[in-house]
């Protein structure tokens, strides 16, 4: 898992019918200077990351990437990333 915070969503014209329901966000990965409130956003790539928990802009979120994506679908399902949780609060100490 990884942290992220929710920079925005993205719209679709047409979904396939196994996303219905949700919505996609575009997330800021975390790293230590995020997590330490030393930098608001990362300078990484911006993932777009599928959503069924309701996030919204401004969360901050745990996310999966890769093959385990698509585990919580039935079927076999094309998704590169999805939101597995809504932080309410955190707590990080970096490595000394």
């Given at each position: 898992m990884k942290p992220g915070t929710v920079i925005g969503t993205v719209t679709f014209n047409q979904i396939a019918p196994q996303f219905?329901?949700?919505s996609w966000l575009m997330v800021s990965p975390m790293g230590?200077?995020?997590?330490t409130?030393?930098?608001?956003?990362?300078?990484?790539?911006t993932p777009v990351v599928?959503?069924?928990?309701?996030?919204?802009?401004g969360d901050q979120i745990l996310y999966v990437?890769?093959?385990e994506a698509s585990m919580p679908f039935p079927q076999?399902?094309?998704l590169d990333a999805i939101n597995v949780a809504i932080l309410d609060t955190y707590e990080f100490s970096p490595p000394q």
């Open positions: 219905r329901g949700g230590t200077e995020e997590l409130g030393q930098r608001a956003y990362g300078q990484a790539s599928y959503d069924k928990l309701g996030a919204g802009v990437e890769g093959a076999p399902t094309p």
